[in-house]
């Protein structure tokens, strides 16, 4: 069983940063690929980013390339998503997400990960 618990969510005004944390139980963090989700009211849980646990490879959704960091560190046992150049369309419900099966490829589809945070809520104003 492996717990995670994101914080770090708010409200923003357009062009602002944001940086989302997700705390993850467990002594084998390292081996789990780690993505971040967002879902508006309505609509789906998408994917936004994700990053492996072998060699710290990352793949972002197209919508957030070059504004949007994901980071790791495996002492904290901590996966970070750094958010600039925020913009309303941002605005979401963003869910932290693990994948514990050691796969090399890193998943985009909410069923390829194990465990869900809660969720923190980002609302970008225009």
């Known amino acids: 069983q492996v717990l995670l618990v994101e914080s770090g969510g708010g409200l923003v005004q357009a062009g602002g940063s944001l940086r989302l944390s997700c705390a993850a139980s467990g002594r084998t963090f390292s081996s789990y690929t780690m993505g971040w989700f967002r879902q508006a009211p309505g609509k789906e849980r998408t994917f936004v980013a994700a990053i492996s646990w072998i060699g710290g490879s990352t793949y972002y959704a197209d919508s957030v390339k070059g504004r949007f960091t994901i980071s790791r560190d495996n002492a904290k046992n901590t996966v970070y998503l750094q958010m600039n150049s925020l913009k309303p369309e941002d605005t979401a419900v963003y869910y932290c997400?693990?994948?514990?099966?050691?796969?090399?490829?890193?998943?985009?589809?909410?069923?390829?990960?194990?465990?869900w945070g809660q969720g923190t809520q980002v609302t970008v104003s225009s």
């Open positions: 997400a693990a994948e514990t099966n050691r796969r090399l490829r890193l998943g985009v589809k909410p069923n390829e990960y194990d465990y």
